[in-house]
């Protein structure tokens, strides 16, 4: 058994075809699409976070209101971009809605990616000091977060209101949500400090290093590197990795009038530069569900990993991505051993 779950960009914008034209249809078609999941019996529904952006930006609002319509599913990001994030704030809300969903948060926090704005923490009110960056702040401020969701006292009592001169923690608390927090990792590299510092991992579609080798192999390596310095960290419980794909079988009309000509020209990893950096890109998967199960079955990250998330094309709306799902979960997953 494999989770299988959905990553929504959550992308909305008044253009031709699309059916998400804005962020309130973003927000609510992302709270239908995971009453869907959960009905069809996929295990976790994600979404992006991206801020100066038309995609969705404050996520526990919405993952609050998707916990309430919802009983099951796992509810998740991927990713918060930690270097705009106030952690206790962060931690009060995030506290908040997982026990709205009894316990079904899986957190994924990062130092975020690409984004349109120039240093747009900057303007949140985040300015790194000197001689540190911004993603010297992104993992502060993750320390400080999971020390905070884990209980320990973030600030003096005042005697006078309290009865006593000793600490204080957020409120409220969650139990069990500290073990539900992954890192994004874009390297093997990160991959190993994620594990010291005892959070599952994340990786998604893009590597931002490349040894020229086939996406999905050098993300095994990163999946092995990170559980051989879970070990020897030491750790007393059992982490998780999810990675991200784009998965399309070709079922339906629907389907090979959206992405028919696509399986032609994105089958590939594709090599490029982010922010100065070699990176490396993972192909999608476009094909027919028995071509798509051998595919799959080759790619390495997968079978190491313990959960899957599909990356859905949310403009073309809740009907369509949840026949996606479908597809997936019956005529791909059952193949792959997955269900």
Do not use: C
């Not at 801020?51 to 919802?70: D, I, N």
């Not at 069990?176 to 990792?185: F, Q």
């Not at 931002?208 to 051989?228: P, S």
């Not at 998330?309 to 979960?329: D, H, K, M, R």
């Amino acid at each position: 058994m494999k989770r299988i779950g959905f990553l929504s960009f959550g992308h909305y914008q008044d253009v031709p075809g699309s059916l998400v034209l804005t962020a309130q249809d973003a927000l609510l078609q992302s709270i239908e699409l995971a009453v869907a999941a959960e009905e069809l019996g996929a295990d976790g529904a994600f979404v992006r976070v991206h801020h100066f952006a038309p995609q969705l930006a404050s996520p526990f609002p919405l993952l609050a209101a998707m916990g309430a319509r919802t009983s099951t599913i796992e509810l998740g990001t991927g990713v918060i971009d930690m270097r705009y994030e106030n952690p206790l704030y962060m931690a009060e809300e995030a506290a908040a809605a997982d026990l709205i969903s009894n316990g079904r948060l899986q957190l994924g926090v990062s130092r975020g990616s690409p984004e349109p704005a120039m240093n747009g923490y900057e303007a949140f009110g985040y300015v790194p000091a000197e001689e540190r960056t911004a993603d010297d702040d992104a993992r502060t401020k993750t320390q400080i977060f999971l020390q905070a969701i884990e209980g320990a006292a973030v600030v003096a009592a005042n005697p006078q209101m309290t009865g006593h001169s000793g600490g204080l923690a957020i409120e409220p608390q969650s139990p069990g949500l500290r073990e539900r927090i992954w890192w994004g990792s874009g390297t093997r590299a990160t991959a190993k400090w994620t594990a010291e510092q005892g959070m599952n991992l994340m990786s998604s579609t893009l590597l931002t290093e490349d040894t020229g080798e086939e996406f999905g192999d050098l993300q095994a390596e990163q999946i092995q590197v990170y559980r051989d310095a879970w070990v020897e960290a030491g750790h007393d419980w059992t982490p998780r990795v999810s990675v991200s794909r784009s998965i399309i079988p070709l079922v339906t009309d629907e389907d090979h009038h959206y992405f028919g000509l696509r399986a032609q020209v994105e089958g590939k990893d594709q090599v490029g530069q982010i922010d100065g950096t070699l990176a490396r890109f993972g192909k999608s998967y476009i094909g027919e569900p028995d071509a798509l199960i051998e595919q799959l079955a080759q790619d390495a990250a997968i079978e190491a990993a313990d959960t899957l998330l599909v990356t859905v094309p949310n403009q073309l709306g809740v009907e369509y991505n949840a026949q996606l799902l479908e597809s997936i979960l019956k005529h791909v997953a059952p193949g792959l051993g997955w269900r």
